[in-house]
């Protein structure tokens, strides 16, 4: 192995060191120390990936450090650092003690950046399930709510199904191609000359559509947000969902356009949008609210994926948005903790008893509706400019009428928090929150205005990335 071989493998070295130095100091000195050890390294690989010039790929182990794996990989450690500080007061108040939850959440991680990585099929399906195998485990580690429990067991079932779909797929795909090459597999699997190929690149966006909750592989969704820990539902509605929208664009890349795919893509983003945005109207719980509004979002990300290569930059700059969006609302979520349940009467008045939280919660809930000028408006002014471009007229009139609709339940969560005064026998908590939190829904927040009003600096990254 040479020195450009090391050099490139790095990240992932760093992620593999800093899991194991979690594990050992955990036994040694239990505390906050692993989880604050686990962000500096998530924060460490970040820093590498914005740092490090891009490198050759390396055949042999089927990954390469380009561009996109820098941009997406530096998303995905920013977001676990989020994560990881939200977690620190939030597990100490429900009781969730112990290194594994720190080290699973860097080997969770560890699959992320691999699958960016990736020019290898068998190397992204690897990254996929590596990062889904550490959710099993984050999303049912709260063991004082059998809710939780409940949402790990689900999620588990689930994932085994939509692996096996994978799986089975990337057989085909091997079987029909004779490589697993990404950009030449995909190439052949997406033309209808090919049906054996062209039939496991069928089941492979099945089982990438269970990751981003397109309907009908979205059914694990709401139960696993409603039970998991509010800190990993942050780390799950955005990395994971990042992740699994990195795996599109990596299968996508080396073709035209969706190809023999397009009518399954279609289908998938019509079903997700009305569903999941007609389920969401009904909710009364926030959690249950923004997992059926994240199927109606994954629902306009395959719209921009239905127009070909023209709509990839716009998924890419919706990935980075959707982060901001869901780390905000699930960190105001996480530090709202301690005033009750997540139920939309339980926040009532809250916009005057904790200001901060439920401006940042406010602020996100706007973003996903998509009012200017926030980030979810200029990411669904990108993903709606594509399709047209495209030629994907009738979709995206229905997408803008969901979009529409999707208002609605969105500001009722503001008008809960702000236009209704607070019950009286309501506790009036204290603030209460730590610097990390502060410093995470500051930066979220921040986030979804810059790339509200100034988006050209991340395009430009984009379009050098996705070159």
Known sequence: MTTADLWSLMPLLILAAGALLVLLLGALVPGRYPSVIAAVTAAGVA????????????????????????LFSALFGLTAVG????????????????????????????????????????????GLESLTFGFYFLVACDRSRAASAEAGLKYLLSGAVAAAFTAFGLALIYAGTGTLLIAPAMQAALSSANPTAAAGAGLLLLG?????????????????????????TAFLATASKGAAL????????????????????WCLSLFSMLLGNLAALRQAGLKRLIAYSSIAQMGYVALALTSGSGGHGAVAFYAVAYSAMNLAAFGALAALADQGGDRLEE??????????????????????????????????????????????????????????????????VVTTLYLRPAEP?????????????????GCAGLLIIVLGIFPSPLLELIDAALR
């Not at 010039?53 to 794996?69: D, E, M, N, Q």
């Not at 471009?389 to 609709?405: C, N, P």
């Not at 026998?425 to 829904?441: C, F, H, I």
Request: proline share 8%; glycine share 10%; hydrophobic share 55%.
């Open 347 to 412: 926040l009532r008045g809250v916009g005057y008893q904790r200001p901060f939280p439920a401006a940042i919660l406010a602020l996100s809930m706007f973003s996903l509706a998509g009012i200017p000028p926030t980030a979810g408006f200029m990411g669904k002014f990108l993903i709606f400019a594509a399709a047209l471009k495209g030629g994907e007229i009738a979709l995206s009139v229905i997408g803008i009428l969901t979009a529409a609709v999707s208002a609605y339940y969105y500001l009722r």
């Open 47 to 70: 820093c590498w990936m914005v740092m490090a010039p891009p490198l050759a790929s390396l055949p042999g182990l089927g990954i390469a450090l380009t561009p996109f794996a820098r």
């Open 208 to 232: 990438v559509a269970f990751k981003v909750s397109l309907v009908p592989a979205h059914l694990w969704t709401p139960d696993v947000y409603q039970g998991a820990p509010t800190p990993v």
């Open 83 to 126: 994560a990881l500080l939200l977690s620190l007061r939030y597990n100490d108040r429900q009781g969730i003690v112990g290194e594994e939850y720190p080290a699973t959440l860097l080997f969770s991680l560890f699959g992320m950046v691999a699958l960016s990585m990736a020019t290898n099929l068998l190397v992204l399906f690897l």
């Open 246 to 265: 990195a795996a599109l664009l990596l299968l996508f890349s080396g073709s035209a356009g969706s190809g023999s795919l397009h009518g399954p893509l």
């Open 425 to 441: 026998s309501s506790p009036a908590p204290g603030d209460g929150m730590t610097a990390a939190e502060y410093g995470v829904l």
